[in-house]
C-alpha cells in the first residue's frame, strides 16, 4: 500500500505482460499500464512473457469489479 497525496494506493503485481509487470488500485480505478489495453492484447511471445500469468492477470483484474481502468497506453475508444 502506498498512501500519497490523500490517495491510498494499492500494488498488485499483474505479471504476463513482462514477469514484473505491476497495476497500480485505487478506490474506483485500476492503472493497469501495459497490462491491459484500450483495445488489443498485450502478451508478447517473448521469452519475458508468459500467457498462463498474461491470463491469471486478466482474471484477477476481472474479480475487482466494476471501476475505471486506466491503460497505460493505446487509449480508449
Avoid: C, K, N
Avoid at 505479471?15 to 497500480?24: N, Q, R, V, W, Y
Avoid at 492484447?41 to 500469468?53: C, E, I, M, P, V
Wanted: proline share 3%; glycine share 10%; no cysteine.
Amino acid at each position: 500500500m502506498i498512501e500519497a497525496a490523500g490517495l491510498a494506493i494499492t500494488v498488485l503485481a499483474t505479471p504476463g505482460h513482462t514477469a514484473d509487470s505491476l497495476s497500480f488500485l485505487l478506490e474506483d480505478a485500476v492503472l493497469t499500464a501495459d497490462s491491459v489495453l484500450g483495445r488489443g492484447t498485450t502478451f508478447w511471445t517473448r521469452t519475458t512473457a508468459s500467457l498462463t500469468d498474461y491470463l491469471e492477470s486478466l482474471h484477477r483484474l476481472r474479480g475487482l469489479g466494476q471501476r475505471t481502468v486506466l491503460p497505460g497506453t493505446a487509449g480508449i475508444d
